[in-house]
Structures are given as C-alpha cells and as structure tokens.
C-alpha cells in the first residue's frame, strides 16, 4: 500500500505551483490527496495564537475534511497560514504524521516540523537541523511536462520565424513600482537580443505589468513576428509552450516562480533586472543562478556562446529528500 501525502491548498496559488512540482515528482510513490482550505478572518492571526490545538481560523464547512479520517504519513504544508494545520494534524495523528513545510512559516512550531524546504536567498531567517535549502524555488517544468507541453502548443507557434525567443513579463513588487523607464530599458533589451537573433517572439505579462508599462513594451516590438498572451487574454496560458518550444528565454528577475521555471526547461535564459527596481532578496536570487551557470544576466552576455551549464530542478531534489523521511 502507497503512504499518503496530504497536501494543504489554501489561496495562494503561487505556493500551489511549487507544491505541485514536487507533487508531480512524487506521484509514482506516494497516494496524494489535495485538501482545499478555506479560512476564516481569525487566519490573520499570528501563528503563535492560532496554535496546534484548535484549528482557529479554518472554515471547517467549506474546508475538506480534515477531522476523524485516517492521518497521512506526510502532510505538505505550503504556507504561513497552513502551518498550525499541519501541526494539528500531527498532533491528532499522535506524531505519525510527519510535516513538510515549503518557506519559513515564522518561528512558531518549527521544532515540531520534519522538513522545512527554504529557499537559499532567505537563508539567515531562522537556523535549524530541519531547514533543507535549495536554489531557487520548486516548480513544475521537467522532462515529462516540457514534452507534454511541446506536443500541444509546437503548432501555434509553428507559422512564426525561427528562432523564438520567450519573453515572461513581471512587473511591480510590494513597494517598488515596475516604472515606466524599466519598461523602456526592457523594450530596448528585447530589441537588441531580436536584432542578434532575428525570427519571433512569444510574449505574456502580468497582473503586476501595469498597462502604461505593458504599451511601451508592445509598442516597441510591434513589427516583430510574435505569439502575444497579455494580462486579460481570454485564451489559455501558453506558459508551458514557451517553456518548451522557445530557444532562449528573457524574463524578468521579480518573479522567483516564473523566472526558476525558466530555469527548469534547460533554454538559455537571459535575465533582466532593471533599474532601483529588485529588492536585495531578489538580487541575491538572481545573483546565485548567474553564479551556478544556470542563466546570465541580459546586460552581459555573449548570446551566440552562453548556454546553461545545468537545469533547475529543485522539486526532484525536494522528493528525493521527502522520501528518506
């Protein structure tokens, strides 16, 4: 009989993505059950108030099931607010759930979790023989995703100039604006790679672009050969094909998600950082995937020559260290 994960899925739909790219890695082994939790105002609560006693701030009658059935062997829990969900189920379980727990969740309980997946740049937040730190963050993009993806979307793009060239638009980050001389100095970025390289480009931006920014990128690219999925589209996300049909990638270094699955499909992958934009945190992140070859920075780079020394693939190195629990 196949243990059991249950894998807490609460709004956070970023959180979401990682756990599911660690999921997808361990779905061969592992029986998972996805439990959606829905929360009340008392979530807003600090965790040390919440506590493992009670589960204060769950809406238990939109929630899944989460009392009186069998306790997993391993509950994966993907943010701060799932964390005393998952201490309560350990809890009723009498210890025989053990607690994965993607991102510091603060200080409270974290003795009493097994496994705490952080990524390197946050190192320094909290020390424990339980913290396991990975580049970057889990995702999805592997072998098996990349080539599903290929064989749906390679005939969209199949009318367009090769090479294609991604380009993964973020944009504005808790304080910091993405301004519109950022958006300028990433038009003019695209330009020049395009004018290296010539053939097309396959485009999407984000909720965080902002329009004035997202006008001056399209403007400036508006006579290139392009596939283009803005933020609003009433069409499904091409994400996936990019990832896979694309022969390099430009993203933007905001997004941590977005930028390591970029990371993950193995293309070159040129990225932008801006100007009094990215807050030390992200720098640092996008300074350790220069530094281990796995993508260059979009102002420094040779683009006939650089090719990544290796893929990301944190979700397979989160499973692996799963199982040996």
């Known amino acids: 009989m196949k243990k059991t994960i249950w894998a807490l899925f609460d709004d956070r739909m970023g959180s979401i993505g990682q756990a599911r790219g660690i999921l997808q890695e361990l779905a061969d082994d592992y029986e998972i059950i996805e439990k959606k939790i829905v929360y009340t105002k008392f979530a807003a609560l600090p965790n040390c108030i919440r506590g493992s006693r009670f589960l204060i701030g769950v809406d238990t009658q939109k929630s899944d099931k989460l009392k009186g059935e069998d306790y997993p062997d391993i509950v994966l829990s993907i943010s701060r607010r799932t964390a005393p969900i998952a201490l309560w189920i350990k809890r009723h379980s009498k210890n025989k759930t053990k607690i994965v727990q993607l991102m ?77 001389k950022n958006a300028e100095l990433l038009a003019n970025n695209i330009a020049n790679v395009q004018n290296m390289v010539s053939g097309s480009i396959l485009i999407t931006s984000s909720r965080r672009t902002g329009k004035s920014a997202e006008d001056i990128i399209m403007n400036k690219i508006k006579d290139i050969p392009s596939y283009t999925y803005l933020w609003g589209d009433k069409k499904e996300n091409p994400i996936m094909g990019f990832y896979a049909c694309a022969d390099r990638i430009i993203v933007t270094g905001d997004s941590v998600s977005m930028t390591c699955e970029a990371c993950g499909s193995g293309k070159p992958v040129l990225i932008f950082t801006g100007k009094n934009w990215l807050t030390k945190k992200h720098l640092r992140f996008v300074k350790s995937l220069i530094e281990k070859g796995y993508a260059a920075n979009i102002n420094d780079y040779e683009i006939n020559n650089f090719a990544p020394q290796n893929k990301l693939l944190p979700s397979l190195e989160v499973a692996d260290k799963i199982r040996t629990l």
């Not at 990975?134 to 993806?149: Q, S």
């Not at 100039?161 to 980050?173: F, S």
Request: glycine share 8%; net charge positive; aromatic share 8%.
């Open 104 to 180: 510091l969740p603060g200080k409270y309980g974290i003795k009493n979790m097994d496994l705490i997946v952080v990524s390197e740049h946050d190192r320094g937040k909290a020390d424990n023989n339980n913290i396991f730190y990975i580049t970057g963050c889990p995702h999805r993009v592997n072998d098996k995703t990349l080539n599903e993806a290929r064989q749906k979307w390679e005939h969209e793009f199949a009318h367009l100039p090769r090479p294609l060239t991604a380009v993964l638009v973020g944009g504005a980050i808790k304080s910091k604006p993405f301004t519109d």
